[in-house]
């Protein structure tokens, strides 16, 4: 049963009718993930018809998020309008989660209702609609908080998402803390969007971006890790999930030994968060970065937490409204964290769609959620197997689910290309992530990245495009 949300129509997730899942395969075993029933997944039921969305939005911030006591991925499948379309004459199978997921029904309705019968400006309105929008816009950043295990809303600055969060790190705290002779440890896995922001700070500051290697199974060499750690680090920079292997690295312990030489620690969580639960308490992060894009959420959307000691040192990066307490040509001062660090009008409709998507996700059981990600994860891996030529790039034993691979004989864009005529959606080039590539000889690769609403049939689809693609030659 679902639970209204403050938008007046349910957000939390899949209503108690779905088809329920028992006990969970093995870990590691490569037989298709079941439901309950024992039935390997197979055709998405309908998407149910859209709830009417009314405004205003006037739930609690400290709402607690109702649990849904079981998980299949029909469940995820129903909710999700797009996945239910054709492609060039077939039912879409959409392999390209890690670039962007798709949006629940409850997102695209909490977005238009927000347009439709709630849209205002936030914080200095006195009016009705003013103080409905601010109410909606603070519950996000509070449920963000609850989201990633923050201690207080107030810990929590939004942003168009992970680039621009980091670029803000970099930017208002990297500015202020790094000199010349500093170093920046960054592992050659990450994202561009991890390497290139400290390497513009560390141009304009004299600092040293210093990179840190791989192993050949595409985990973090973490003895060069230690040996490049000194009293000279200042800041460490790693991804929780990489975007092109699915290496999960030990982020935590890293974490430990980097604030052993007082260095502070930056998380790229953009490939986790939809994957499996995030405690920025327990990880002991100093900042962690998100997109909504990737959580289900819309584009232009996402999230910065850091230590409140730290947000407090914070100078601000833009200047203009909301930022601010009073203005004037001979004195301005600013308004406290969060929002110092918020200049202008914010993506409210995007912070809406962002509370919604917290929403969906956490109504799942998310550790069946994770769990049947890795046996998905593991029957993939064993199928692609059978694909004559094909060569799966990354072997860490802790990933999520993606598989990013070549095969003998064809260009990447033709491979993407092919399995687009099957309606099979990947992705290829260099996933901006060129250092993790080059790591294995490679200029670029396809890549199937999943996600809970992904299912074996899907797996099985996209092989026998494969195999179809290698016996056309």
């Known amino acids: ?15 108690a009718t779905g088809v329920p899942t028992g006990a ?12 309950a029933a024992g039935a390997t997944t197979g055709a998405p039921a309908p998407a149910p018809e859209s709830a009417g969305a009314t405004w205003p939005g006037t739930a609690p911030t400290d ?13 995820a499948r129903r909710d999700v309008p797009i996945l239910h379309r054709t492609v060039n004459g077939k039912p879409l199978v959409w392999l390209d989660n890690g670039a962007t997921t798709h949006k629940p029904r409850q997102v695209i309705e909490a977005v238009s209702g927000f347009y439709g019968a709630g849209n205002s400006n936030i914080h200095r309105g006195a009016h009705t609609m003013a103080r409905e929008a601010t109410e909606a816009y603070e519950a996000g950043r509070a449920a963000v908080a609850r989201f990633l295990g923050a201690g207080s809303p107030d810990e929590i600055v939004f942003a168009r998402g992970t680039t621009e969060a980091i670029n803000l790190v970099a930017q208002s705290w990297g500015r202020a803390n790094l000199g010349p002779g500093d170093d920046i440890l960054v592992p050659v896995l990450e994202h561009h969007s991890n390497i290139v922001p400290w390497q513009l700070v560390a141009k304009e500051t004299r600092a040293r971006v210093v990179p840190v290697p791989l192993r050949p199974d595409g985990q973090i060499d973490l003895d060069a890790y230690a040996d490049r ?38 998380v790229d969580g953009a490939q986790a968060v939809a994957h499996f639960p995030v405690d920025v308490a327990d990880l002991d992060a100093d900042f962690y970065v998100f997109s909504g894009h990737k959580l289900f959420a819309p584009t232009g959307i996402g999230a ?41 009008t914010g993506h409210i409709a995007g912070v809406v769609g962002l509370l919604a998507a917290i929403n969906w996700l956490t109504g799942f059981d998310r550790p069946a959620v994770a769990a049947y990600e890795t046996e998905l994860l593991a029957y993939a891996q064993q199928a692609l197997a059978a694909v004559p030529g094909l060569d799966l790039i990354g072997s860490a034993a802790d990933r999520i689910a993606v598989l990013t691979f070549t095969m003998a004989g064809h260009d990447p864009g033709r491979i993407a290309d092919w399995l687009d005529r099957d309606g099979i959606a990947v992705r290829a080039g260099h996933h901006c992530a060129q250092p993790a590539l080059a790591h294995y000889g490679l200029e670029s690769a396809a890549r199937a990245s999943l996600a809970l609403y992904n299912t074996p049939e899907e797996v099985d689809q996209l092989v026998a495009s494969l195999q179809r693609l290698q016996q056309s030659d």
């Not at 709402?63 to 469940?75: N, V």
């Not at 790693?238 to 620690?265: C, D, F, I, W």
């Not at 040509?329 to 200049?343: I, K, N």
């Open 229 to 266: 750690l000194s009293m000279r680090t200042r800041l460490v920079a790693l991804s929780q999930a990489s975007n092109v292997l699915g290496t999960v690295p030990p982020v935590k312990e890293m974490t430990a030994l980097a604030h052993r030489y007082r260095a502070k620690v930056l």
């Open 24 to 35: 969970a395969p093995a870990a590691g075993t490569t037989a298709p993930p079941t439901t």
């Open 304 to 344: 910065l937490y850091a230590k409140p000691e730290i947000l407090q040192t914070m100078a601000p990066w833009q200047g203009g409204g909301n930022m601010i307490e009073s203005v004037s040509f001979d004195r301005t001062s600013y308004a406290p964290v969060p929002h110092l660090l918020e200049a202008g």
């Open 63 to 75: 709402r607690q998020f109702s649990q849904q006591p079981s998980f299949t991925p029909e469940l």
């Open 1 to 15: 049963m679902t639970t209204p949300d403050l938008l007046g129509f349910p957000l939390t997730g899949p209503d």
